[in-house]
């Protein structure tokens, strides 16, 4: 990732994944206890964590701060172009390879063992489908065909909405480990292995434990001081909190959840473009006149169409 960030930083950056790619070198512990205790909650009717005193959720913005675009082609659009329907054909031959050897699956190793400082003129592209098939689009133990062509996207400048699909998978998980919860209520003899019924979950759930602990302030760790150039996942590097009772916390945190976390100052780190300095209210009878006053102003609009 750092030889490939030197060359391709600029081109991440363009296509608004350059901190999601930064993101994924970082260790995020995983605390059951957490997981378990907001999935309990977990409404798959209303997409939301059902609570005692309201309703919240993860949504794009969470997305957004974690580095994913909420703009650009379809996850999963193809290559069109002969050139590029070439490079998704040398990316296919290198996982029809490894799946060919002793351990017959495009094992994530192999694949870095493969291309890393290899001069590979699809170097940067199998790094891409690397990080897709590990942390974004379906975090497994091998290369997705599926992200061939994201990846040559992404590589060649191309902005791919990234966020919406990792937000559709990350309810999609909370829906399944909530049924799963649900149904282990439903065994009397906890002492049959063969009576416990485990989930798989491919989305990215760090991200769930990261909002957790940028809202309830009585579940997070101390963060971490963050240096120049480093992601606000830099905060939870290796950072684990033990809390006795997880669901008591949660139920409580009525005054001490933390609705705005985003917007207030981090050390070196920067708040976001997207978010305005200022809010400016311009009521309207008719229709909404979206009203620049500075580079970073904002317009709450309210219309009575």
């Not at 379809?74 to 290559?79: D, E, G, L």
């Not at 040559?152 to 191309?158: D, E, F, S, V």
């Amino acid at each position: 990732m750092e030889k490939m960030a030197s060359l391709h930083e600029s081109t991440w950056e363009k296509v608004g994944i350059r901190e999601a790619i930064l993101n994924s070198v970082y260790q995020i512990k995983k605390n059951d206890d957490l997981v378990h205790g907001l999935a309990e909650r977990w409404c798959p009717e209303t997409k939301t964590f059902i609570l005692s005193w309201g309703e919240v959720t993860i949504t794009l913005e969470d997305k957004m701060i974690a580095g994913y675009s909420v703009l650009g082609s379809p996850a999963f659009c193809p290559v069109e172009t002969a050139e590029l329907k070439e490079l998704e054909e040398k990316l296919n031959e290198a996982q029809k390879e490894l799946r060919m050897s002793k351990a017959r699956k495009a094992d994530h190793r192999p694949w870095m063992r493969k291309f890393m400082d290899s001069g590979s003129e699809i170097e940067h592209e199998a790094l891409l489908a690397l990080w897709l098939s590990r942390f974004v689009l379906s975090p497994n133990n091998v290369i997705i065909k599926s992200v061939f062509s994201n990846a040559i996207h992404l590589a060649r400048g191309t902005r791919i909405a990234l966020a919406p699909v990792v937000l559709a998978n990350i309810y999609i998980d909370l829906t399944s480990l909530k049924e799963k919860i649900v149904a282990l209520t439903k065994f009397d003899n906890w002492g049959d292995e063969d009576n416990k019924l485990a989930v798989t979950v491919r989305s990215p759930f760090q991200l769930v434990q990261i909002w957790a602990w940028e809202r309830f302030l009585h579940l997070r760790p101390k963060p971490n001081l963050i240096k120049t150039g480093e992601p606000r996942f830099a905060l939870w590097q290796e950072k684990l909190t033990i809390v006795e009772n997880v669901r008591k916390v949660i139920d409580s945190s009525k005054d001490d959840f933390d609705w705005h976390p985003y917007v207030k100052p981090v050390k070196i780190w920067n708040v976001p473009k997207f978010y305005g300095e200022k809010e400016i209210a311009i009521p309207s009878t008719s229709c909404c006149h979206a009203i620049r006053n500075g580079p970073r102003s904002s317009t709450l609009c309210f219309s009575n169409q």
